[in-house]
């Protein structure tokens, strides 16, 4: 999970691909790098432990100088961050350069036999034994053209990438390849962009073509863009798609974080998640991935719930949904164990994969595997025509817009928005859920929008002001029972990432098993207690606290009183039917990690050792 930017055209490559690795740091900012081709030169390169403006202060001497040039954001796999492990990486005779996002598996065998052929490696990385592996293949046939070269190379490998090639004696030529992660392919007027994401060129150009699984491409502006199969050199006509991508949705809009930004787009978010799907007037729910296979997931013996960390939690709520609407059994499984056991899957299964980037590289192992099994494949992810969205039988988009923010908010909402769609329309087709019942709980469903903004607008200071009180803290536990249980973890999850302050999220009844142990005076209790949903029971739990010193921050329904009385911070959240909570209760958590974090110096959107989406292992 780096990013890669590349760029042949007209304009200053340098800026182009700088701007471009700020676009796409969140997928990885522990070091950057950038090289340039210039004709009758030898390529320049910069690279550096740190972040693209780290990148900057060593290379602003190259600004101007060439039209083509390749850059990368790194979040590294083999080898510590660090200037020498930083892409691009150079082949021996310095004449090939190339980026990578992904894990060549099988790298050591491979750096064994280039070692013995006379190789020397500068760095600890996979990369640098494939760029290496492609001089290997021109040293042994001097004939052998360049995109022929790595095509060889590419074949001897295995693993996960996507990767940008450059070589010297060919200016103005870019090779590209994908297998496992995402590259997409701007095409410009007399230009040409490469990019993990089309966010680097969408102020370029809205045509793009993303490269398929197992394809290559030679770009350059005299022959445009050839795509080929990597194993058999067949050549492939590519897909041109309109990017529907704008400028303003990826940038902050005034907000100091995209984090902030995407917490305050989620009214906005979870509108667009419902609009064209939930019609109230006509008393239905229309969702085009669902309709045609309702019978399908209706008659599953079994749906398993496959995701990982805040899409995982999401499945828990889906759980909780299902279970309680469409009466059929589920069960919710990290992607990252599933793909390792033997589960028990048959024909008769519907799996639902649930992804805000749709690349997560165990969610999308898991999947195949279902898949193989004879699952019936069903995804929910955010980003249009991602690698999970292409392999599933049927899905739902979430339509949050791009998340940018390494710490997932509006996805999440979006995601439960999707899953509450799912669930109710099941439920109804199997007729679990009365006409009335079913038209009670649309018509909250479509108030829930309006519910998000007024939680906004009233807990944005009380958060913030009781975060000021919590900067020093060590430790959080976040407690909450039912469709709140799976709420609490993320909020958990929310604090945990972006402050680096541990916390522990667990169903609130459970916390006399074990966790009851930590609480005196000096930990802090986020308890979600809404009126509906085991209110009497978190009553007591809030009791048991209370006798052992802990700090309470209780996140209660307008009006609320026994909770309060006992809470020392108070935040009121607009009460909706115990299954909508979650997605009204997560907004005031989010904005108490956020304001704890920012108030402790930490970079909010790039949390440290974090990535955006999780290509590798
Ligand atoms: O893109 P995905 O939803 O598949 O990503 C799954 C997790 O990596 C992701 O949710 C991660 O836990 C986020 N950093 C949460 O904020």
């Known amino acids: 999970m780096c990013g890669i930017v590349g760029y042949t055209g007209f304009q200053d490559a340098y800026e182009v691909v700088i701007n471009g690795l700020r676009r796409l740091e969140y997928r990885g900012y522990d070091s950057a790098g950038i090289v340039l081709d210039r004709e009758n030169a030898s390529f320049d390169v910069a690279k550096t432990k740190g972040k693209v403006d780290d990148l900057v202060a060593v290379s602003e001497n190259l600004s101007g100088k060439s039209h083509v040039g390749m850059g990368h954001t790194r979040w590294a796999t083999h080898g510590v961050p660090s200037d020498r492990n930083s892409h691009p990486h150079l082949s021996n005779n310095g004449k090939i350069a190339l980026v990578h996002n992904g894990i060549i598996e099988n790298y050591d065998t ?5 070692t013995e052929k006379g190789f020397t490696f500068q760095s600890e990385t996979d990369t640098e034994v494939l760029v290496n592996l492609i001089q290997f293949f021109m040293d ?10 790595v095509r060889f190379a590419l074949n001897e490998v295995y693993g996960a990438y996507a990767i940008t090639v450059m070589h010297d004696d060919f200016p103005g030529v870019l090779v590209v390849a994908r297998l496992g992660s995402p590259l997409a392919i701007g095409l410009g007027t007399n230009e040409y962009f490469i990019a993990s994401d089309a966010s680097p060129f969408v102020e370029f150009t809205k045509e793009a073509v993303y490269l398929e699984e197992g394809h290559m491409a030679t770009i ?20 041109v798609q309109e ?4 400028l303003e949705q990826i940038e902050k809009g005034g907000y100091e974080h995209f984090m902030l930004k995407e917490i305050f787009e989620q009214p906005k978010s979870i509108h667009d998640t419902l609009r064209g799907r939930l019609l109230v007037e006509e008393g239905i729910i229309k969702m085009a991935g669902i309709w045609d296979h ?11 719930i496959i995701a990982c960390g805040t899409s995982w939690h999401a499945g828990l709520i889906g759980e909780y949904l299902i279970e309680e609407f469409a009466r059929i059994p589920v069960e919710v499984e990290y992607a990252s164990e599933f793909r390792y056991r033997n589960p028990i899957i048959t024909e008769n299964d519907v799996v639902i994969a649930i992804s805000q980037s749709g690349e997560t590289a165990d969610t999308m ?10 699952a019936f494949i069903y995804g929910i992810c955010n980003v249009v025509d991602s690698s999970i969205a292409r392999i599933t039988d049927a899905g739902s988009y979430t339509h949050a817009g791009p998340e940018i923010g390494v710490a997932s908010t509006k996805a999440f909402t979006a995601q439960l928005t999707v899953l509450s769609l799912i669930a109710l329309k099941l439920g109804k087709h199997k007729g679990n859920l009365s006409n009335q019942e079913f038209m009670r709980l649309i018509t909250e469903l479509e108030a829930i929008p309006k519910k998000v903004e007024e939680v ?21 536990l976040y407690l909450g029972r039912g469709y709140n249980f799976p709420a609490a973890l993320e909020g958990a999850l929310k604090l945990k990432e972006i402050s680096y302050i541990h916390a522990e999220g667990y169903p609130a009844a459970e916390m006399k098993h074990g966790p009851i142990a930590l609480i005196d005076e000096n930990m802090p209790i986020v308890i979600i207690a809404p009126k509906q949903g085991h209110y009497d029971k978190i009553v007591s739990n809030v009791q048991e606290i209370k006798a052992r010193k802990g700090k309470i921050i209780a996140l209660v329904n307008k009006g609320d009183t026994q909770v309060s009385s006992m809470a020392d911070y108070v935040i009121e959240f607009p009460e909706t039917s115990e299954c909508f909570s979650p997605i009204v209760a997560s907004v005031p958590l989010q904005l108490l990690s956020y304001y704890i974090a920012v108030y402790r110096g930490a970079n909010v959107d790039q949390p440290r050792n974090l990535a955006k989406s999780v290509t590798v292992e």
Do not use: C, W, Y
């Not at 491979?110 to 280039?114: D, R, W």
């Not at 350059?220 to 897909?239: A, C, F, M, W």
């Not at 192992?365 to 004879?374: F, I, P, R, S």
């Open 110 to 114: 491979i750096k064994i036999m280039l």
């Open 140 to 149: 042994m046939d001097a004939s052998l053209d360049f995109p022929t070269a």
């Open 220 to 239: 350059s502006l005299e022959k445009g863009v050839d795509i080929r199969t990597i194993k058999d050199n067949e050549k492939i006509v590519p897909q």
């Open 243 to 246: 990017l529907k991508l704008s």
């Open 294 to 304: 309702l019978d399908r997931i209706n008659k599953a013996q079994k749906i398993t």
């Open 365 to 374: 192992a898991a999947l195949k595997m279902a898949k193989d099994k004879g």
């Open 456 to 476: 906004l607008e009233k807990t944005h200071d009380i958060t913030k002001e009781i975060a000021k009180d919590f900067v020093n803290a060590q430790n959080f």
